[in-house]
């Protein structure tokens, strides 16, 4: 069965999405720690991050780089903070969390509400700050 990740690569559901190629796609995370957090999907369904063939593992930390450099951009943050946690969807990804304080990136911390138009803004001015 196709995981939300797979759905979302075939634009079977909606996405804010930030940027994409052939081997891997990024968006706005929908339960954001912090405002930016943003996830990083190879399109290729693998569950496990290390089950990924090496030419992916070496490229996605490249492709996360492009993100990353456009989140410092867009929001205000000390770092952007990757983490690989992989247990609430059974396909490989990358967490992009922009943070000032490591505690910020605690997956245990109460997620952001964020309204349909802040998420489109947030997107947009990412989208931006690629170029």
């Given at each position: 069965m196709a995981t939300i990740f797979t759905k979302i690569i075939n634009k079977e559901i909606p996405s804010y999405t930030i940027y994409e190629n052939e081997n891997f796609i990024s968006f706005l995370d929908i339960n954001p720690l912090t405002v930016g957090h943003c996830l990083v999907v190879p399109k290729n369904e693998t569950d496990y991050i290390f089950d990924l063939d090496?030419?992916?593992?070496?490229?996605?930390?490249?492709?996360?780089?492009?993100?990353?450099?456009?989140?410092?951009?867009?929001?205000?943050?000390?770092?952007?903070?990757?983490?690989?946690?992989?247990?609430?969807?059974?396909?490989?990804?990358?967490?992009?969390?922009?943070?000032?304080?490591?505690?910020?990136?605690?997956?245990?911390?109460?997620?952001?509400?964020?309204?349909?138009?802040?998420?489109?803004?947030?997107?947009?001015?990412?989208?931006?700050?690629l170029n």
């Open positions: 090496e030419i992916y593992l070496k490229e996605i930390l490249i492709f996360s780089k492009k993100i990353s450099s456009a989140l410092i951009k867009t929001v205000d943050c000390l770092r952007i903070g990757v983490s690989v946690v992989g247990l609430e969807v059974p396909h490989a990804h990358l967490h992009l969390i922009p943070f000032k304080k490591e505690i910020e990136m605690n997956f245990s911390n109460k997620r952001i509400k964020m309204t349909n138009d802040e998420f489109k803004n947030l997107q947009n001015q990412i989208v931006k700050n």
